[in-house]
């Protein structure tokens, strides 16, 4: 940190800082609320993942038992093909999201494999669709609290550190410069004193 300097030019350079902090500090603010939103968005839509993969599993679970008999083999029924994801922005932050999940499905026989499979296969898919979107939606709740972090550190250094500190460096530098005017004042009727006596 730079020493204080107890000139007008330093009052005039502290005051100018002074009002870009306080300029600042309130588009910084709306960011974090805006981030704030977003962040709760992204964990009520995480939530609301979570849940429609345990209503799948509860349709397996109940729809299902007996998926339980280990003689039908289902490796590799339903396999996920291919993902996009893409990037959107954000309240300035860029975010990822799913374009498109490829679900691949390998053939098999109606004949040879029991009706419920059918199901099975419909459940399957989209709890694989479901789990990437899953994934995604964790990194995009990990990148805003991130983004939520960083914000929220640079309202507190404007609202705590940088605007205190120039209202303080201001009061300073106006009592030191409002002394050395006392003084002066003083120095010059003591100096008229001395040469009115010198003139008598």
């Known amino acids: 940190m730079s020493r204080l300097s107890f000139s007008k030019a330093a009052l005039h350079k502290e005051g100018d800082q002074l009002k870009r902090y306080k300029q600042y500090l309130p588009s910084l603010d709306l960011k974090r609320q805006q981030l704030v939103m977003e962040r ?20 397996v679970k109940q729809q299902l038992p007996m998926l339980s008999s280990e003689h039908i083999d289902l490796k590799g029924l339903v396999t996920v093909k291919q993902v996009d994801i893409s990037e959107e922005n954000r309240v300035g932050v860029k ?5 498109e999940v ?27 669709a479901l789990e990437v979107q899953l994934q995604v939606d964790n990194k995009r709740l990990e990148i805003l609290q991130q983004a ?13 550190v940088l605007i205190p ?3 303080q460096n201001i009061r300073k530098i106006r ?26």
């Open 95 to 99: 975010l990822p999201y799913v374009s």
């Open 165 to 167: 500190r120039a209202q």
């Open 102 to 128: 490829i679900i691949d499905l390998k053939p098999y026989s109606l004949l040879s494999k029991p009706h419920w499979v059918d199901l099975l296969v419909v459940q399957l898919k989209q709890v694989l």
């Open 175 to 200: 009592i030191f410069l409002s002394d050395t005017e006392r003084a002066a004042v003083v120095r010059a009727k003591i100096t008229k004193q001395i040469r009115m006596k010198e003139a008598l």
């Open 40 to 59: 709760t968005k992204a964990v009520n839509q995480l939530n609301d993942t979570q849940d429609k993969i345990d209503q799948c599993y509860a349709v």
């Open 148 to 160: 939520v972090k960083k914000v929220t550190q640079r309202v507190n250094l404007f609202d705590k």
